[in-house]
């Protein structure tokens, strides 16, 4: 079995207020297989449920729909990725007047 990587973007790994970039379904398939899960396992870990959970996954990986941030947030810490979600609160609050929100 190889040890190789496929390389995930930068911009996929910081908080969405800081201008998030949407995965592809490669990163998040690799993403997947860093945390060592299954896609039903994924499915779980992100909070989906019934029968058609692990389909969810597979179209977030096929590139068929987007992944939420939340999701591969609680993916990328799972991958061992960190917590991509954290922002310091003056800087949130510097981007936020920088930026407002209509």
Request: charged share 25%.
């Amino acid at each position: 079995m190889s040890d190789f990587y496929t390389h995930i973007r930068p911009e996929c790994l910081v908080p969405w207020v800081q201008g998030w970039k949407q995965p592809t379904g490669v990163e998040v398939r690799e993403v997947i297989r860093r945390a060592g899960l299954t896609g039903s396992e994924a499915a779980v870990l992100v909070g989906l449920s019934g029968k058609g959970a692990s389909r969810q996954i597979r179209r977030w990986i096929s590139g068929e729909s987007h992944i939420p941030y939340a999701a591969w947030a609680l993916l990328c810490h799972a991958a061992g990725l960190g917590n991509i979600w954290l922002i310091q609160v003056d800087e949130m609050r510097e981007l936020r007047r920088e930026h407002p929100v209509e």
